[in-house]
């Protein structure tokens, strides 16, 4: 059962960082219209639109040359997908399965959700990050209104284990109780990270309470860096573990940045509550921005030279209910890259010190105490219940 497996390094490939969907839509689509053999796609929100119907024309033209095209869509992020664009793919030919479609009688269990984002072609590229295929990420006829976030084209040995979380998983929606998976009996070992070496990389997922291996990986990074942690989240309401090695490492000091999201963004209640954690991280020299733009719905970190971008939050709803998927790296000009977005991120942002937060608005205090407070109480019922 992949629940309880954790992935090695490999090594010997190659990354590149794309950002916006300017930039991976039209790289992606290439890729799909270039394949041979297969097309493997992973997605939890896709919504009837110009994005959407470019990929099914994509998928569609695909499967009509022989090529074998699978779909794993999550059951809630897919609502918006209409009749039509499902019925022109299955009647292409293309396998179109569904994580855990809503049903009244599975109650808190319609909460477990398919948030993974990655797309396998052939078996020897893949593409992984935090985008849905929705006109929020990239609208063809608006190259200028789209959400922020970033894709990696992937290539080498490394696509091979992207296959296999995705074969695994799309077996197992077939299965009664998909989220009931066995709890491991110990937790899963990380394997330590490579002495600094170009085109190192593995495959770091979680699924739900079974399996966290992208919050371990990521705690034990927290825990031994030495120069920066800049980490990037659209919705900020880390654990507390995550929230205390912030703060030791730059009372430490360690470079640490956080780059969150703006009142651009589609949940303002969940940015109210995560505002709750800022005084006791600034008093503790973290650093904290908010992307002015557009909304940010970037998730990615990066401490010292290791990285790690891909679909999950870094927060307890993600880390209790979904599936998610990351790719962690160590590799010098990837690294690069990602230092750079963040810089160019950082430079369009506005920082957030002590003062200013003290001198906030009293309507801004109040919303940030009644959604800290119900998110307290919320997850605390879970953890009961649990």
Known sequence: MLAGKVFPWREGNQFQLLVDGPQFFPRMLASINAAQH???????????????????????????????????????????????????????????????????????????????????????CCFVGGTGATDEFWNPSNAYEHWHEAMVEISGPLVADWQRLFDVQWALCLKNRIWQLPLPQ????????????????????????????????????????ERRIWLATPYFLPTGRVRRELMRAARRGVDVRLLLTSRNTDHPSVRYAGQRY?????????????????????????????????????????????????????????????????????????????????ARPLSQRVYQRLWGLLDRLVINIFNRSG
Request: charged share 25%; aromatic share 10%.
């Open 38 to 124: 297969r097309v493997d796609v992973e997605l939890y929100l896709v919504e009837d639109g110009a994005c959407a119907d470019q990929l099914t024309d994509a998928l569609i033209a695909a499967a009509n040359r022989g090529v074998r095209v699978r779909c794993l869509f999550d059951g809630f992020g897919c609502l918006k997908l209409g009749q039509k664009a499902r019925q022109r793919l299955t009647d292409a030919g293309v396998d179109l399965r569904q994580y855990n479609p809503l049903r009244l009688r599975l109650k808190f269990r319609n909460l477990h959700r398919d948030h993974r984002k990655l797309i396998v072609v052939d078996g020897s």
């Open 186 to 225: 110990r937790l899963p070992r990380v394997p330590a990270n490579p002495t600094f070496d170009d085109g190192m990389g593995r495959v770091a997922y979680s699924a739900a309470r079974q399996h966290r291996d992208i919050l371990h990986s990521l705690l034990r990074n927290l825990q031994r860096a």
């Open 278 to 358: 800022y005084p006791r991280l600034l008093r503790a020299g973290v650093r904290i921005h908010e992307y002015q733009p557009h909304f940010l719905h970037l998730k990615m970190a990066l401490v010292d030279d290791w990285v790690s971008v891909g679909s999950c939050n870094f927060d307890h709803w993600n880390l209790r209910w979904n599936l998610e998927a990351n790719l962690e790296a160590v590799d010098r000009q990837f690294s690069e890259s990602v230092a750079s977005s963040f810089e160019t991120d950082f430079s369009h942002s506005f920082e957030i010190d002590l003062e200013q937060w003290h």
